[in-house]
């Protein structure tokens, strides 16, 4: 009987554990990632003027205590003046890689709800990929003329970094943090059931 109550609570306790660090959702549009997320800011305003550079490492506020930095430099430009087109009639800032096909991104404190636009830099149809450090992702054909695509998820676990990455040099912009959301009421009953169960085997084997 013993045995089976520590397995019981064993088994609550991971699967709880589990359920808490599940792997992130994906979100291929921002109406949908807003209403995941809940209350957010979106940050369109960079460090410097259109073609400044920003320099790898170097980070800029995107709400709820965390910063947002890259491993390459980037490159503020702005649409209408150093880059063409957006989508939706946008016509703030935005980032470019500068001919890098790839980039890693860095928040200062883990967020777990984030997003972004990105378009590639060549007027056609490409592929671009948003990763996560788990080795989940999300790709879509972003077109260049206008066609500024969402990548956004959310997870129940905070998230300290991401990859983007394109066959081609591409620009990122119109990043959006959220709220964090937290887990289901099942799963911190379970959770907390299974941490009681451990506590009251772990008592009676001290007496």
Known sequence: MK???????????LVGAATISSAATYYGDRASW????????????????S????AAGIGFAVGYGSALSFDIDTQVRTIG?????WSGGYAGEVLYTMGATSLTATLSSGLTSFGFEAEPNPFSVLD????????????????GYSGADFFG?????????????????????????GTAPVPEPGTMILFGLGLLGLAGVSRKKWR
């Open 128 to 143: 671009i990929t948003l990763q996560l450090a788990d080795g989940t992702s999300l790709t879509q054909g972003v077109n």
């Open 34 to 49: 807003e209403t995941a997320a809940g209350s957010f800011v979106e940050t369109t305003d960079y460090p410097g003027n």
């Open 3 to 13: 045995k089976f109550l520590v397995s019981f609570s064993v088994f609550l306790f």
């Open 51 to 54: 073609y400044d550079t920003l």
């Open 153 to 177: 998820f959310t997870s129940d676990v905070a998230i300290s970094s991401f990859s983007i990455s394109s066959s081609t040099d591409f620009a990122v912009g119109k990043f959006v943090a």
């Open 81 to 85: 003046d150093g880059w063409a087109t």
